[in-house]
């Protein structure tokens, strides 16, 4: 039973919120015809010019911890930031909240040592470089991370890093990448295990960038073959054999990060849709005075504001310290289900319109729709709340 709530952000958030919304309305939106946005992405030049104009708006990485320049905003605060950061797909990667960095810099904060904050955090935190988190493998981590196949050899002072990984975001032109591994022999042997690497190095080899349904995140998502890596003994994310525990720290609030974002978007195709639903007659009225058009727009304002509710309620619990991992969980299904749902009945009230790259909506529907397998599809996330069910445990 859910009791107490209270989401109610203060007052500068709120602020904060606006300002964000007004920056990506009047400044992000008009770059979304740009040819810099290409099939894999913005490029790094527009991605770095829309930060500098988010750090002229003042609305730069505000998530961020305060040592880095941010005002290290609780999750609840991130849910009504983000979401005004998502009105544009491209409003995220200019405020800097973009997947994978915002989990990254998360992970970082919670698990990095002072010399790797210095190292790779603060770079990252301030914008300067971008990052990327290897673990889905080919034929291997995926659905079940249990399937690793990349393996970690101690050899003297190093280790010795061997696998390939694919899907990996945002790996062309990272200046690092977290890698889990499974460490291959000694007392530890097949315990996973994150590590920190810089980029570019040659043991790390982008087969190729591949062409995907989605085409939000700077530098695409590459496949990666890894041979021979040798990084330092103290190369280690926190401490070995707990890669997948620090996977979970980084995804319980990376998830939610996700539905804050893509329920920007949502809100815009319902904003779009409407639009046209009540200027475009047929039949000797407009499209929104059919019952048939209104109707979905109806559905549509349901379904981001039961997805809007599922985010707070979930934010609020990791803010009071809890792990969330059920409540998360039910988010990411309700939350990319839902706004999957708005995409598509955005585009079928548009029309033919709605097929053609003349608004927006096609592009949100396409992205929507990666959505529903990152982050754990939806069938992972019902089958492991439906066996905590079965088993009592919830
Ligand atoms: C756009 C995009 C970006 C990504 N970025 C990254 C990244 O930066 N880093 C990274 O490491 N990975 C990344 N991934 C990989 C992503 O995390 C995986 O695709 C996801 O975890 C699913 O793994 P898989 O692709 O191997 O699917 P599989 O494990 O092969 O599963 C295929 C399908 O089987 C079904 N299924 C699996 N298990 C169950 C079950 N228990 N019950 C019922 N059905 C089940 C589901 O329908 C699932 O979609 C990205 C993926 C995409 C699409």
Redesign the pocket.
């Known amino acids: 039973m859910i009791v107490d709530l209270n989401f109610a952000p203060p007052a500068e958030v709120i602020d904060l919120a606006q300002r964000v919304s007004d920056f990506v309305k009047t400044r992000i939106v008009p770059y979304e015809k740009d040819p810099r946005w290409t099939p894999h992405g913005p490029t790094d030049e527009l991605r770095v010019e829309m930060n500098d104009l988010a750090r002229s708006a003042g609305v730069f990485a505000p998530h961020v911890p305060k040592e880095y320049g941010g005002v290290g905003l609780s999750q609840v605060g991130r849910a009504f930031v983000f979401e005004a950061a998502g009105y544009s797909i491209l409003g995220p990667t200019a405020i800097h909240c973009a997947?994978?960095d915002e989990g990254n810099i998360h992970l970082l904060d919670v698990v990095a040592r002072p010399d790797q904050r210095a190292h790779f955090l603060k770079p990252l935190a301030e914008g300067k470089i971008r990052s990327?988190?290897?673990?889905?493998?080919p034929g291997g981590?995926?659905?079940?991370p249990g399937m690793l196949q990349a393996t970690a050899r101690l050899d003297g002072n190093e280790w010795v890093i061997n696998g390939r990984?694919?899907?990996?975001?945002?790996?062309e032109g990272a200046g690092f990448v977290i890698i889990?591994a499974k460490v291959d022999g000694g007392p530890q042997d097949g315990h996973a295990t994150l590590f920190l690497a810089d980029l570019p190095d040659p043991a790390i080899r982008i087969e190729r960038t591949l062409d995907?349904?989605?085409s939000s995140?700077t530098g695409g998502?590459a496949v990666l073959e890894i041979k021979d890596l040798r990084l330092p003994a103290d190369a280690v994310l926190g401490e070995v054999g707990k890669g997948f525990r620090y996977a979970q720290v980084r995804l319980a609030p990376a998830r939610l990060s996700h539905c804050m974002r893509w329920l920007g978007s949502a809100v815009r195709a319902q904003e779009i849709a409407a639009d046209y639903a009540r200027t475009r007659v047929a039949f000797g009225k407009t499209l929104g005075e059919h019952e048939g058009v209104s109707f979905m727009l109806a559905d549509n304002h349901m379904d981001i504001h039961q997805a809007r509710l599922s985010i707070l309620h979930t934010a609020w619990l990791l803010d009071k310290g809890e792990r969330a991992s059920n409540e998360s969980s039910m988010s990411k299904v309700v939350c990319s289900e839902a706004i999957a749902r708005v995409a598509d009945r955005s585009m079928q009230i548009l029309g033919g319109m709605g097929m053609t790259r003349d608004t927006v909506v096609e592009r949100i529907f396409r992205d929507t729709r990666?959505f529903?397998?990152?982050?754990?599809?939806?069938?992972?996330h019902?089958?492991?709340l439906g066996a905590r069910i079965v088993s009592g445990k919830m």
Do not use: Q
């Open positions: 997947s994978p990327c988190f290897a673990m889905t493998e981590a995926g659905s079940d990984k694919w899907l990996i975001t945002g790996a889990m995907t349904i989605d995140f998502h990666a529903r397998i990152y982050d754990g599809p939806s069938e992972v019902r089958w492991a």
